[in-house]
């Protein structure tokens, strides 16, 4: 094992993201982990109760504790590593504020102990959904749970059965295939509220390449969230959220796609404290395009509309807002006949 730093913490893991070893440990997530502390410096609650369900090294745990001042208590737990994870709570000590306790439950067995918790944080290899289920009635009225999928290739629309059978929807692989991810993990976590008469409430996201990650505020059942489905065409770039057999704009076959969710995906008023209290360049980089996101679902990229109308790739100039999903993407209103006309005329 190997000493490292990150945030305001010292630790001892193993940078080996493999399932075998001792300690894992994903420095390329360090972002996301700094994402999250602004997101509870942001949401200014005290406090709290937590627990982490796959803890690894204790990181991501150890920096809430350290760098916010918004929980008393913190479960950190790994069936695996529970040792290191005491190891680098002592090394610690002086600069955690919480009261941290250290356990090796199954995931499964974890919630006999305690009867809520304010944050419930599922980051395990592959689908959160099963862990979902039982950790969704342990969530307090009002708290958050962070879901982290890594099994990225049935919801980017690679492994399509997969998709069906762990999420209950069609993915497809489109261009905007990481919104549709996005979008099929928080349907599943709102029907999973549903069982328990609740409903989730997006407040913030964070997607790459591996991983999808959101955070969701769990509330009392709200009857009128948005879910759906994109009706993609199979030939052109076209997609719609109305039911349609053929595409308005060549006419081929619309591919259903869903159902996934189609209401906001973060909170605005949130990411804008966050924006306000960050430090980081990066940060504030990342916070600032998803300030000027739109809420329209799904977007086109460059790439994609270059290749179908066989021209050269342009900028994206004042066509559209860009999302922070992907760097050549742009989220459009109007229809897609407009769009290639308008995308035709840029320089």
Same mark, same amino acid.
């Given at each position: 094992m190997e000493l490292f730093k990150e945030g305001?913490?010292?630790?001892?893991?193993?940078? !080996?993201?493999?399932?075998?070893?001792?300690?894992?440990? #994903?420095?390329?997530?360090?972002?996301?982990?700094s994402l999250n502390i602004l997101l509870f410096k942001a949401l200014d609650r005290h406090d709290l109760t937590g627990v982490d369900l796959f803890g690894g090294s204790g990181i991501r745990s150890l920096r809430l504790a350290a760098e916010t001042d918004a929980f008393k208590s913190f479960k950190i737990n790994d069936l695996k590593t529970s040792k290191v994870i005491r190891k680098n709570v002592l090394k610690n000590k002086s600069k955690i504020r919480a009261r941290i306790t250290?356990?090796?439950? #199954?995931?499964?067995?974890?919630?006999?102990?305690?009867?809520?918790?304010?944050?419930?944080?599922?980051?395990p290899f592959g689908s959160p959904v099963r862990y979902t289920l039982q950790a969704m009635p342990k969530v307090k009225r009002g708290g958050i749970i962070a879901l982290t999928a890594t099994?990225?290739?049935?919801? /980017?629309?690679?492994? %399509?059965?997969?998709?069906?059978? %762990?999420?209950?929807?069609?993915?497809l692989k489109t261009s905007y295939f990481n919104e549709v991810g996005l979008r099929i993990l928080i349907k599943r976590a709102e029907e999973i509220a549903n069982l328990y008469e609740r409903s989730v409430h997006p407040l913030f996201f964070d997607v790459r390449r591996h991983y999808i990650r959101t955070y969701l505020c769990v509330s009392k059942a709200n009857i009128t969230r948005d879910i759906g489905y994109i009706y993609q065409c199979s030939k052109c770039p076209n997609r719609v959220l109305k039911f349609s057999e053929k595409c308005s704009f060549c006419a081929s076959k619309n591919i259903e796609v869903g159902p996934l969710w189609l209401d906001n995906l973060f909170d605005r008023k949130l990411v804008s404290r966050m924006f306000d209290i960050a430090q980081d360049e990066d940060a504030k980089k990342y916070l600032e395009m998803l300030k000027q996101e739109k809420d329209s679902t799904s977007y086109y990229t460059t790439t994609e509309l270059a290749s179908y109308l066989g021209v050269r790739e342009k900028k994206i100039g004042s066509l559209g807002t860009r999302t922070v999903l992907n760097e050549k993407g742009?989220?459009?209103? #109007?229809?897609?006949? !407009?769009?290639? *006309? *308008? /995308?035709? !005329?840029?320089?």
């Amino acid at each position: 094992m190997e000493l490292f730093k990150e945030g305001a913490i010292s630790f001892y893991a193993e940078n !080996k993201q493999t399932r075998d070893s001792e300690v894992f440990f #994903n420095p390329s997530r360090d972002f996301d982990r700094s994402l999250n502390i602004l997101l509870f410096k942001a949401l200014d609650r005290h406090d709290l109760t937590g627990v982490d369900l796959f803890g690894g090294s204790g990181i991501r745990s150890l920096r809430l504790a350290a760098e916010t001042d918004a929980f008393k208590s913190f479960k950190i737990n790994d069936l695996k590593t529970s040792k290191v994870i005491r190891k680098n709570v002592l090394k610690n000590k002086s600069k955690i504020r919480a009261r941290i306790t250290v356990t090796s439950f #199954n995931a499964s067995d974890i919630y006999s102990i305690q009867e809520g918790y304010d944050y419930i944080d599922i980051d395990p290899f592959g689908s959160p959904v099963r862990y979902t289920l039982q950790a969704m009635p342990k969530v307090k009225r009002g708290g958050i749970i962070a879901l982290t999928a890594t099994d990225t290739a049935a919801l /980017y629309g690679k492994a %399509k059965k997969a998709c069906a059978l %762990k999420y209950g929807s069609r993915s497809l692989k489109t261009s905007y295939f990481n919104e549709v991810g996005l979008r099929i993990l928080i349907k599943r976590a709102e029907e999973i509220a549903n069982l328990y008469e609740r409903s989730v409430h997006p407040l913030f996201f964070d997607v790459r390449r591996h991983y999808i990650r959101t955070y969701l505020c769990v509330s009392k059942a709200n009857i009128t969230r948005d879910i759906g489905y994109i009706y993609q065409c199979s030939k052109c770039p076209n997609r719609v959220l109305k039911f349609s057999e053929k595409c308005s704009f060549c006419a081929s076959k619309n591919i259903e796609v869903g159902p996934l969710w189609l209401d906001n995906l973060f909170d605005r008023k949130l990411v804008s404290r966050m924006f306000d209290i960050a430090q980081d360049e990066d940060a504030k980089k990342y916070l600032e395009m998803l300030k000027q996101e739109k809420d329209s679902t799904s977007y086109y990229t460059t790439t994609e509309l270059a290749s179908y109308l066989g021209v050269r790739e342009k900028k994206i100039g004042s066509l559209g807002t860009r999302t922070v999903l992907n760097e050549k993407g742009f989220r459009y209103d #109007n229809d897609f006949k !407009k769009l290639t *006309e *308008e /995308y035709k !005329k840029l320089e």
